[in-house]
């Protein structure tokens, strides 16, 4: 297989268009998968994709083509340019033209070869599970690990290297009638407890043996990390500048978007950072399609920090080169990790144990957004809601649809607790990058009962 890099210096090369760029991803994945307390399947799989993007320039404006290829066959690479630049000769002119970004250097590790893993990423958990598979409890999950490798280089002399690895497990436990879950994400699961995850899954399934029937309405409840996760990176991707700039979104006022606007009184802070302990991502923009929020006219561009929400006030939106410039507003790279800080140091435990009454999440699932002009998302409750009297867990009740806003839910939380690493259950297989506290909401709205188990 020809290497990443002579693959773009030769796709460039025998480019004919005004400009051109080529981005390479290698990817090398391991999953592990367990069911009924038994191993199931096991395996490694590589695959490469490869994208060119030509650009054709005039006086009407700029024109890009974009073909993307599987192929690891070097005799493919001026096939799939010329196709590329016939489909940029094609094209209506784009929107979001802007001068390409200019090379300052080649990235460190630009010439080394794709990063790899294997099935011995998992050592570290396979004692735990054994374990926990001679339990009574019976146990469903998946052990998935990848490592991405990406290059960019363009024809205005940028050269870009990133490895991305992502990991995470998950852990289904049945008792009886009763399912709990618990995950963790991971870069390399030297950090993942797995009889950590077990002692969890089994207390909660102990919760379960006494059940309540509850009716649907306002209950305040305890959202732990992982549902407060799933319910930020919504509000994270509405929070775009030109939808907001066009009044088609929760962050739109008359006359320009909510930025400034207070939304609560707690010190939150939800930002996005390639830097983050880790949490790391690609700290450049490395596009192969454009949309509301990034193009591949920024491709190249330095992705640093944003600051989505700062000390509870609206601080940022998305914005690419050529939107921002149109709206006179800051450049934002939308960030492929989401942190949400400023509470206190309490833990979940702490704040059940300050609860008179109320409800335990678990998690959530089939998320979908009802309306964007205020960000209403509906969803399910699932593996386990437990009921808290006098600051203790002392049974499960039914599951519940929900309707809630993101954005109402932050105005609303009357407490905030410890931010911790999470792993979202419903955006895991999309986005797994994730810190963020438990959350107290007073009134938070279970719409009807869900039969679903």
């Known amino acids: 297989m020809i290497a ?42 590589t695959s490469r994709s490869w994208t060119v993007l030509s650009i054709v320039r005039g006086a009407d404006g700029a024109r890009v083509g974009a073909v993307t290829s599987s192929s690891v066959d070097a005799a493919t690479i001026e096939q799939v340019v010329r196709a590329s630049e016939a489909a940029a000769r094609a094209a209506q002119p784009a929107a979001d033209a802007m001068d390409l970004i200019p090379g300052d250097g080649v990235d460190d590790g630009w010439a080394d070869g794709p990063a790899a893993t294997g099935v011995s990423v998992f050592e570290t958990l396979v004692p ?22 990406t290059w960019l280089g363009t024809s205005t002399g940028v050269r870009r290297r990133f490895t991305q690895p992502t990991g995470s497990i998950e852990i289904n436990g049945k008792r009886g009638d009763a399912s709990a879950w618990a995950g963790s994400a991971s870069i390399d699961f030297t950090d993942v407890s797995v009889p950590g995850l077990l002692a969890e899954l089994s207390r909660r399934l102990g919760w379960s043996a006494r059940t309540v029937a509850l009716p649907a309405g306002r209950y305040e409840t305890l959202l732990p990390p992982s549902a407060v996760a799933d319910l930020m990176i919504p509000l994270m991707w509405a929070m775009e500048g030109r939808g907001a700039q066009e009044g088609h979104t929760a962050l739109s006022r008359a006359g320009g978007t909510r930025v400034g606007e207070r939304l609560t009184g707690l010190p939150l802070t939800l930002f996005s950072d390639p830097h983050a302990a880790g949490l790391g991502y690609a700290p450049f923009v490395a596009a192969t399609a454009s949309s509301d929020t990034v193009s591949v006219f920024d491709n190249g561009l ?109 105005r609303r939380a009357t407490e905030v607790g410890a931010t911790e690493p999470t792993l979202p259950r419903e955006w895991k297989d999309w986005f797994t990058r994730t810190a963020m506290p438990p959350m107290r909401i007073p009134d938070f709205h279970m719409s009807s009962v869900s039969e679903a188990q």
């Open 4 to 45: 990443a890099q002579d693959l773009i210096e030769r796709a460039l090369a025998c480019s004919t268009v005004d400009e051109a760029m080529v981005l390479v991803t290698d990817a090398s994945e391991a999953s592990l998968r367990w069911a009924g307390n038994s191993m199931t399947t096991n395996g490694v799989a």
């Open 128 to 149: 735990g599970l054994a374990d926990g598979f001679d339990g009574a409890d019976r146990l469903y999950g998946f052990a998935h690990h990848q490592m991405h490798s």
């Open 302 to 410: 330095d992705a640093g920090r944003v600051d989505w929400i700062r000390g509870g006030v609206i601080e940022s939106l998305a914005y690419p080169r050529a939107a921002a410039a149109e709206f006179g507003a800051p450049v934002a790279v939308p960030g492929d990790n989401l942190l949400l800080t400023g509470g206190s140091a309490a833990r979940l435990d702490d704040m059940v144990a300050a609860t008179e009454r109320g409800l335990l999440l678990t998690c959530l699932w089939y998320l979908r957004e009802v309306d964007p002009a205020t960000a209403l998302l509906t969803g399910l409750t699932r593996d386990g809601v437990y009921l808290i009297e006098d600051g203790q867990v002392t049974g499960a009740v039914n599951n519940f649809r929900f309707n809630e806003s993101p954005l109402d839910l932050l």
